[in-house]
């Protein structure tokens, strides 16, 4: 799986607040299990981890560890 890596344009709004994102420490998130579509931009780990909870995305999404084995089951 492979994808292009692009520059954001230098006025290119956060996802969640709308700020400029390299005003701040921009992220980048692409979701590659959906055809890698097109990215979603955040200007900083606060704004991808209240967009994240406001969207509930994490809801079934994480494994579940088993201190028996090294990778999810």
Do not use: K
Not at 33 to 61: E, W
């Amino acid at each position: 799986m492979s994808t292009t890596v692009e520059t954001p344009d230098a006025d290119e709004a956060c996802a969640y607040c709308g700020s400029r994102i390299f005003d701040h420490e921009p992220i980048c998130v692409r979701d590659c299990t959906d055809d890698c579509g097109s990215p979603n931009y955040f200007c900083n780990h606060a704004c991808l981890s209240a967009y994240i909870d406001d969207n509930n995305l994490v809801a079934g999404d994480a494994c579940e560890w088993n201190p028996d084995e090294s990778n999810c089951t």
